[in-house]
């Protein structure tokens, strides 16, 4: 059974830094795609970014490019994302997500999700 378990949410003043982690288990994770997404109160789920099997790719949404960093470590199964200069508009549900197909993570239909971690931007 395919498990993900985000960390690393908490309160964090504007301009300040956060860094989430995901941890998978339940199968070897190394040839998938891994992503990042967030939901606000009243807002759809939007991406956030994605990373190919050995990190050799990468996307980002616009509205995080240049502040937001994912990477992965195959060998703990985890992704994790680095969040500079963050924002209050950056306040949300973060979760993680995983899939076999690069694009289905790309275009917010991965096979697997996290429950989520919270991540408040006080201003």
């Known amino acids: 059974q395919v498990q993900l378990v985000e960390s690393g949410g908490g309160l964090v003043q504007a301009g300040g830094s956060l860094r989430l982690s995901c941890a998978a288990s339940g199968r070897t994770f190394s040839s998938y795609a891994m992503g990042w997404f967030r939901q606000a109160p009243g807002k759809e789920r939007e991406f956030l970014a994605v990373i190919n099997w050995n990190g050799g790719r990468t996307n980002y949404a616009d509205s995080v490019k240049g502040r937001f960093t994912i990477s992965r470590d195959n060998a703990k199964n985890t992704v994790y994302l680095q969040m500079n200069s963050l924002k209050p508009a950056d306040t949300a549900v973060y979760y993680c997500?995983?899939?076999?197909?690069?694009?289905?993570?790309?275009?917010?239909?991965?096979?697997?999700w996290g429950q989520g971690t919270q991540v408040t931007v006080s201003s």
């Open positions: 997500a995983v899939d076999q197909d690069y694009y289905r993570v790309l275009t917010t239909t991965p096979g697997y």
